[in-house]
């Protein structure tokens, strides 16, 4: 199971319940994940320098994610914006029901909330349990070319593969 990190006991449990479920197939089925968490998810034509957003509406919430990103981003920016909508539901509350992330996954709200909905997109993209056995495949000293088979494996880029490994 993922590990209890800060971020992860943040999650209320219904929705941790919701998210363990998901997290043992790779890649992680995000699209899914947010539909069962109710969250509707918009490909979306948004300008150049917005990765992504998240929107209270009427009935739930939506997200939209810029379409002419890297599918490799698109996921990290939805697991970024699940990770809001896991955390920071009042935050997005106050910020008036909307929050827009740019493409450095600023919104407005403050640095340390981005800093957490980053660290926690990282554990549901690359899940503890998935890296641990990577660990105990390639060890620590992981090389190269494993780290890219598990950049393939995981649906993220090399470089979120790297950083996720060095945290
Ligand atoms: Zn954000």
Known sequence: MTSATREWQKINETDRETVAKHLNELPVKLGALANDLGIDVKLSSLPLNISGQIAKTATGFEIKINRHESRQRQRFTLAHEIAHFLIHRDVIERMGGTLTDNVLYRSGAS???????????????????????AYLRFGENI????????????????AAMEIRMAA
């Open 111 to 133: 640095e340390s909330i981005e800093y957490e909905a980053n660290r926690l997109a990282s554990q549901i993209v690359m899940p503890e349990h998935a890296l641990k056995a």
């Open 143 to 158: 090389s190269e070319s494993a780290v890219e088979l598990l950049a393939e494996q995981f649906g993220v880029s090399k």
